[in-house]
Every structure is written in C-alpha cells, then in structure tokens.
C-alpha cells in the first residue's frame, strides 16, 4: 500500500461528505455522482486511485484487490478515522496542509488580500488578512468564524485514531 501522503483516493457517489472532508484535509479525491461501476474501475486503474466504497458489490472486482476501502460507517467523523486506523491519514491541518477546493479538488493557491478585497463581502476583507483561492472553480477561501470549529472536530476525530477508539459499526 502507498503512503497515506501519496494517497490519491475516488470517493463513490455514496461518500460526497467524505470527499469534501479529505480535500480539506490536502487528499486528492475524486468524486463523480454520475458513473457506472465499470468507469470508476477504468478511472481507478488509469490514475493509481485508492476506491472509498460503501458498495459490496463494488469490491468484488478483483482489479480492486489491495486497491480499495470498504467504508462501514455513516457518519464522516467516523468514516475519517476508520481512513486514520486502517490507512494512516492525518487529521491535522496546519501551515503545512495544502488543501485542496472542497467542490472541485483543485489545490488551492495563496490570494493577496489586494486580489481579495473586491471578491468577498467588506466586513470579510476588513477582518480577514489570508486568503486562498481554487483556480479553477475561482472560489475564495479564508479562516473565517468556521475554522475554529472544524480544527476542533478534526481534533477529536484525531484524538479518537491516536487512541485506537474504535466508532461503532454502523452495519452497513
């Protein structure tokens, strides 16, 4: 298996949250609604991906032996540290993460705030001083009133990995 930091994953269309959440944390992650079995299989071989899957069925494709994750739980806090114990992701961000736009998996790139200023509300570009932007869907980012929160979930999730606490089977 790879190294967690080399991990390229594909999100199946049952995961769209755990898609977002592993682009926040800098995974590059594939994530289509609209594909068929055989395509994800295609695209998975061709570009080295690690498949994220709640589909059974899915898995018994020998192709995808030692290639894929089955995703047992519902909730993504515990779908990521199910990710943390069997394949060591990190769920830390810090000034060393480079995070990827949580809609279309672009890294993300530095903004100045003189670039900034005239594309997010006043009060933010009054308040805020970084700024990152997606160059390809164009959308801004910046540490706002919600980044406190999502370091502390993250936190938590991390602490639950770092402690080997098991989230519960949610039966799938």
Known sequence: MPSPQSLL????????????????LGYDTAYERDIDDRAIVERIVREGRWLLTRDRYLLRRNILAGRATLIVHDSVGDQLQQLG????ISLVI???TESRCMKCNAP??????????SRVPPH?????????????CERIFWPGSHWTHLQ????????GVTLGIVPRSSGA
């Open 152 to 159: 502390r979930r993250l936190h938590d999730w991390q602490l």
């Open 85 to 88: 114990q069997e394949l060591g």
């Open 9 to 24: 994953f594909f999100a199946d269309v049952m995961l769209g949250k755990l898609a977002r959440w592993l682009r926040l």
């Open 124 to 136: 933010v570009a009054r308040e805020q001083t970084e700024f990152v932007i997606c160059p390809r």
């Open 94 to 96: 810090d000034q060393a």
């Open 108 to 117: 993300l790139e530095p903004l100045a705030h003189r670039q900034a200023a």
